[in-house]
């Protein structure tokens, strides 16, 4: 999923945008929609179906990417940032929809509240593993270099 929804959806309404991804699997168009309408159904979003895309919020859109997504079944989900440009109960909502799916998680992040809960978190700099294990270390240790880090930077500062 991308970090910015506009640049994943393709189709005018929402029942389109989850049928496109039956369809690109091999579903006849028809059972495609049929298919997406029933997702929604089992999402208590039937009314979003011939919704335009266009006239769905920042958190509205970043819903339906997930849901096309999860439509197509997949067993992991790759999110870019999921949480960008989200106002805190949108970003709530989409959090518990995640921890909904049935699916592994992967996603990069920037906002470690984001995942500290999760089993394992990996940290990368420039290409290469900093650290490797559960959310609660790695993000300690995250934060721990960015202090050093920025006390550093405060201390060479003042020496200039």
Same mark, same amino acid.
């Given at each position: 999923?991308?970090?910015?929804?506009?640049?994943?959806?393709?189709?005018?309404?929402?029942?389109?945008?989850?049928?496109?991804?039956?369809? #690109?699997?091999?579903?006849?168009? #028809?059972? #495609?929609?049929?298919?997406?309408?029933?997702?929604?159904?089992?999402?208590?979003?039937?009314?979003?179906?011939?919704?335009?895309?266009?006239?769905?919020?920042?958190?509205?859109?970043?819903?339906?990417?997930?849901?096309?997504?999860?439509?197509?079944?997949?067993?992991?989900?790759?999110?870019?940032?999921?949480? #960008?440009?989200?106002?805190?109960?949108?970003?709530?909502?989409?959090?518990?929809?995640?921890?909904?799916?049935?699916?592994?998680?992967?996603?990069?992040?920037?906002?470690?509240?984001?995942?500290?809960?999760?089993?394992?978190?990996?940290?990368?700099?420039?290409?290469?593993?900093?650290?490797?294990?559960?959310?609660?270390?790695?993000?300690?240790?995250?934060?721990?270099?960015?202090?050093?880090?920025?006390?550093?930077?405060?201390?060479?500062?003042?020496?200039?």
């Amino acid at each position: 999923m991308f970090q910015n929804p506009d640049d994943q959806i393709i189709c005018p309404t929402v029942e389109e945008e989850l049928a496109f991804t039956l369809s #690109a699997q091999g579903v006849a168009k #028809a059972r #495609a929609r049929e298919e997406a309408r029933d997702f929604l159904r089992v999402w208590g979003l039937s009314h979003w179906a011939p919704r335009a895309i266009s006239q769905l919020s920042q958190g509205q859109r970043q819903k339906v990417c997930l849901l096309a997504l999860q439509i197509g079944k997949p067993l992991t989900l790759l999110l870019d940032e999921p949480f #960008a440009s989200l106002d805190l109960p949108s970003q709530l909502r989409l959090g518990q929809q995640l921890l909904s799916a049935d699916q592994q998680l992967i996603f990069s992040t920037h906002v470690l509240e984001q995942v500290c809960d999760f089993e394992r978190v990996i940290w990368l700099e420039r290409g290469k593993v900093r650290a490797d294990g559960p959310g609660q270390e790695v993000c300690q240790a995250y934060r721990e270099d960015v202090r050093q880090r920025a006390l550093e930077s405060a201390d060479a500062a003042e020496l200039a």
